[in-house]
């Protein structure tokens, strides 16, 4: 795709990418940074994912827990965003034609999806969870789904800067 190769040459050129490239404590600062928002987005819907497995912890509502977490879920989102697209303009070629990289971008973008079904239909119900206890089939699946993308995200994203 010669224009999304054009448009990364592009990226790699602003004074941000070369800013980011050329710095000495820029990258390392900034790649920090991107691990610190990593840990809160990940450890935040592992932690939920864990509930929904019937794991932990079993005595706090699915509902209240939701809402404890979610904040930090975002804003380690947020931080992953950021950093995440400061780390790309500093080497936006090399790493745009990395497969490590594309299969990191698929396993976020398979993520975001199964959040979205999971909460467009498995968690309606979470009122009726919170009373019952019993967490249905469609929940745990999810949990495991979850997890699952989520530990392919992080291994590939370490794989970017080997392959």
Sequence with gaps: MPDALALCRWLEHTSVGAAVRESLWLFPAIETLHLLGMATLVGTIVVFDLRLLGWTPRRERVSALAGQLLPWTWAGFAAQVVTGALLFMSEAVKVYTNPAFKVKMLLLLLAG?????????????????DESGVLPLGARVS????ILLWVGIMAAGRFIGFV
């Design 113 to 129: 999806v199964q959040a979205l079904v999971f909460h467009r239909t498995v968690y309606r119900g979470v009122a009726t969870w």
């Design 143 to 146: 949990g495991f789904v979850s």
